[in-house]
T-cell receptor, first 115, second 112 residues
Framework: EPEVTQTPSHQVTQMGQEVILRCVPISNHLYFYWYRQILGQKVEFLVSFYNNEISEKSEIFDDQFSVERPDGSNFTLKIRSTKLEDSAMYFC?????????????FGEGSRLTVL | GEDVEQSLFLSVREGDSSVINCTYTDSSSTYLYWYKQEPGAGLQLLTYIFSNMDMKQDQRLTVLLNKKDKHLSLRIADTQTGDSAIYFCAQSEGNRDDKIIFGKGTRLHILP
């Protein structure tokens, strides 16, 4: 069964360092998302991406964050200069159609720990 | 802003019914969802309900929607050990279909 894969599963970094989280969405999907979950908090929407551009972003997704789909398969989230409060589980998701039919498929998550 | 609230923990004996409750604030959501997260896995869509429905049943799962009270519940009949997971209530953000708003998740613990 097709699945969304994410790497790395866990990354530890120093504050101020750049981090790239990678995702391989399901191949025929058109809509891509990043969510994050700080420990004990809600799963928060970060950004949605369609047709090679950001379609929606939350106020969390400031200038330190960027997304890219550099080739036909990868979807990356970059954090330019990590802060302690960026420590969270980051989930990538993809969907064949728009989110409101519930057809989002999530990866297992990448845990980011900023020291 | 939009918010989804649910209790954090629920313990249920194996074979009993589990009822997980959720309240939400955005009354204009088109869809409401229940996602399941098993240990070490991503979130999986368990079921969803269209906002003009009151109830949806799918095998052991029953979803009840009370739009007046903005209350959504998930009932799992004959709870099994394999149902141990975190269950996330979620709603689409109004008619903006690019965002799903999640709750914190309810951890369901099955007692033998």
């Amino acid at each position: 069964e097709p699945e969304v894969t994410q790497t790395p599963s866990h990354q530890v970094t120093q504050m101020g360092q750049e981090v790239i989280l990678r995702c391989v969405p399901i191949s025929n999907h058109l809509y891509f998302y990043w969510y994050r979950q700080i420990l004990g908090q809600k799963v928060e929407f970060l950004v949605s991406f369609y047709n090679n551009e950001i379609s929606e972003k939350s106020e969390i997704f400031d200038d330190q964050f960027s997304v890219e789909r550099p080739d036909g398969s990868n979807f990356t989230l970059k954090i330019r200069s990590t802060k302690l409060e960026d420590s969270a589980m980051y989930f990538c998701a993809s969907g064949p159609s728009r989110a409101n039919t519930g057809e989002l498929f999530f990866g297992e998550g990448s845990r980011l720990t900023v020291l | 802003g939009e918010d989804v609230e649910q209790s954090l923990f629920l313990s249920v004996r194996e074979g009993d019914s589990s009822v997980i409750n959720c309240t939400y604030t955005d009354s204009s959501s088109t869809y409401l969802y229940w996602y399941k997260q098993e240990p070490g896995a991503g979130l999986q869509l368990l079921t969803y309900i269209f906002s003009n429905m009151d109830m949806k049943q799918d095998q052991r799962l029953t979803v009840l929607l009370n739009k007046k009270d903005k209350h959504l519940s998930l009932r799992i009949a004959d709870t099994q050990t394999g149902d141990s997971a975190i269950y996330f209530c979620a709603q689409s953000e109004g008619n903006r279909d690019d965002k799903i708003i999640f709750g914190k998740g309810t951890r369901l613990h099955i007692l033998p």
